[in-house]
């Protein structure tokens, strides 16, 4: 009998480890997914109301946005809704905002009418500011983030919000091999006075990261492959020995490995922007909606599984998709233009949904619209649950066996 008590014992404990796995596998799940968020451009004049922006957020269960203002009619559109927004403080703001005062202003009168009915996660204070045209902002840049803090703070808000800005891979001098990354000699002493200021605040270091204009630029030096996430040789780091097999984590772990030249190796880094157009100009090699959507759908694949870069794979990667919409009022080449995953009717520019092709198939009009980039997730939670229901049969067998052995 001693012998039938300690095998159901040993049972037990065994299908309990096999449960917490399961169980433990759900919650990375869904942690991976809510690394993915997407830009929510507004340059255009015929795009949806936000209520419908909205809808259609919620229908790719996509729970993660950013926006280039702090727009009321989105802001107030979206409260109450599951949505995390990423508001953006615009370039030509930040002399004014540097005055405490002025800064208190704005949170007052910005931020805290929308908190927390809208969840306002972050604050992008300007947008590019270390390569952008008017170097003359550079100065009020880590000033004005200083001063929104402390409003932050004034208000109660600081513990909800977060204070970043997003930055070109421009800022970087080099960034290959990735272990050579390091920052532009001219804006080494300004970029310590911003890494600085994350690390004091606990916030990330945001980057636009494109692959595609890297490409553009050499497309005879750079494998397609290799900028698009699929099967390829890859490169290995001759210094690190990571291994790279996608460009976009080489350029992240570059601009680790820059703010460690100046000393800052605990910072997080996050992808502010990251996109494939899908149409351009004659000279916008690569820009197509055959490369703009399998970038996409591999990249959405990779934030499902939850990856970190090699050089901290134990950390899942942020990122945010850009865009949401083609906007046909931003300036510049024709690509500009057309980095949305969807058209301003809300019909989709190309499909990155992971359904099989005989689902595809079958699917009209109707069910083009339900295919999100998330359903690969439906997939995933489908799959688990069936697992769940495999492991529980197993563990009631496994008790019956036992139970009706003779001893």
Request: aromatic share 12%; hydrophobic share 40%.
């Amino acid at each position: 009998m001693s012998k039938m008590f300690s095998s159901v014992a040993m049972t037990n404990s065994i299908v309990l480890l096999l449960f917490s796995l399961t169980f433990l596998e759900y919650g990375l799940f869904f942690q991976r997914v809510s690394s993915l968020g997407i830009n929510y451009g507004q340059v255009g004049d015929n795009l949806p109301p936000p209520n419908k922006v909205l809808q259609l957020l919620s229908s790719l269960n996509i729970n993660k946005t950013r926006i280039y203002d702090t727009n009321p009619q989105v802001l107030t559109s979206f409260a109450n809704s599951n949505i995390e927004i990423f508001v953006t403080v615009e370039n030509e703001m930040l002399p004014s905002l540097v005055d405490p005062q002025q800064a208190l202003q704005w949170v007052t009168s910005r931020i805290k009418p929308y908190f927390p009915a809208t969840k306002i996660g972050g604050i992008a204070v300007g947008n590019e500011l270390y390569t952008d045209d008017d170097s003359s902002l550079i100065g009020y840049l880590v000033p004005a983030m200083t001063s929104i803090h402390a409003a932050l703070v004034q208000t109660g808000l600081d513990k909800y919000i977060q204070v970043s800005t997003p930055n070109s891979l421009s800022v970087l001098q080099e960034s290959y091999p990735p272990s050579a990354g390091s920052f532009r000699p001219q804006i080494a002493g300004v970029m310590t006075q911003l890494l600085n200021f994350l690390r004091s605040t606990k916030s990330p270091f945001w980057i636009n990261a494109y692959p595609y204009f890297a490409y553009k630029d050499s497309p005879t030096k750079i494998p397609l492959d290799y900028v698009l996430f699929n099967p390829n040789a890859g490169m290995v780091d001759p210094y690190t020995k990571y291994h790279y097999d996608n460009m976009l984590y080489a350029q992240v772990d570059a601009v680790i490995f820059a703010m460690a030249r100046l000393g800052f190796k605990d910072i997080e880094v996050g992808v502010s922007e990251t996109g494939w157009p899908s149409k351009g100009d004659g000279d916008e090699i690569g820009a197509t909606v055959a490369n703009a959507a399998v970038y996409n759908k591999n990249l959405l694949k990779r934030q499902l599984h939850g990856e970190g870069t090699p050089l901290r794979p134990n950390m899942r990667l942020d990122v945010y998709l850009f865009a949401l919409f083609n906007e046909d009022l931003k300036p510049g080449p024709t690509s500009e233009r057309n980095y949305g995953l969807y058209q301003p009717d809300e019909s989709m520019a190309y499909n990155v949904g992971l359904l099989s092709s005989s689902t595809s198939s079958q699917s009209s009009t109707s069910t083009n619209s339900f295919m999100s980039i998330t359903s690969s997730a439906s997939t995933a939670i489908k799959e688990g649950k069936q697992r769940l229901i495999y492991l529980t049969c197993v563990y009631l067998l496994g008790i019956h066996m036992i139970i009706r052995r003779p001893y």
